[in-house]
């Protein structure tokens, strides 16, 4: 089953996440790597007809990290994601296989980081080069990368269909 989180930042932020666990994935039991997908082990914490919550920890990857404590990823609190409900009848506190396509973390990455930063320096270079003075520069800059993001918002829609999670029950449950 397909699911797409409810905004198009949260989906972004969960896919970067998920991509960036990929590198703890040596000391991380519940990260599997297959060839073009990602699959990470989450716990269901909420279920109503409509969605579910579930809640991907990885304590173990967090608890020699010095920087926990100002961690985005939760510092070891884990990362929550509200998805669509498939009907699978889901339970709270069941295990599940969150399945990402590895070229879907790859975009999220490139739309959540490289974009914006290729757009920082690009507006910055060019502001500089036509002779714009530097707090003038600084705040053009500033409203372009906040253009940039308002198009991000405006476009979630298509990003949650191109970016999306499928859901398994893992097998004994």
């Known amino acids: 089953m397909r699911?797409?989180?409810?905004?198009?930042?949260?989906?972004?932020d969960f896919f970067v996440t998920f991509v960036a666990s990929t590198r703890t994935a040596s000391h991380t039991s519940s990260m599997i790597r297959t060839p073009g997908t990602l699959r990470q082990s989450a716990t269901v914490v909420r279920v109503d007809t409509?969605?579910?919550?579930?809640?991907v920890c990885r304590p173990e990857a967090c608890?020699?990290?010095?920087?926990k404590s100002v961690c985005s990823e939760g510092g070891g609190q884990g990362k929550r994601m509200t998805?669509?409900?498939?009907?699978?009848?889901?339970?709270?506190?069941e295990q599940v296989t969150l399945v990402m396509r590895r070229s879907s973390g790859l975009k999220a990455v490139v739309?959540?980081?490289?974009?914006?930063?290729v757009l920082i320096v690009a507006a910055l270079l060019g502001f500089q080069t036509a002779g714009?003075?530097?707090?003038?520069?600084?705040?053009?800059?500033l409203a372009i990368l906040v253009l940039y993001f308002i198009?991000?918002?405006?476009?979630?829609g298509r990003i949650n269909r191109e970016l999306t999670i499928e859901i398994e029950k893992e097998i004994g449950q």
Do not use: F, M, W
């Open 3 to 12: 699911n797409a989180p409810e905004t198009g930042i949260q989906i972004l």
């Open 50 to 55: 409509s969605e579910i919550e579930v809640e």
């Open 63 to 67: 608890a020699a990290c010095k920087a």
């Open 83 to 93: 998805l669509a409900n498939d009907g699978q009848g889901y339970r709270v506190g």
């Open 111 to 117: 739309i959540a980081y490289l974009a914006p930063v």
């Open 132 to 141: 714009v003075n530097e707090t003038s520069a600084a705040l053009l800059t």
């Open 151 to 156: 198009i991000v918002r405006l476009l979630r």
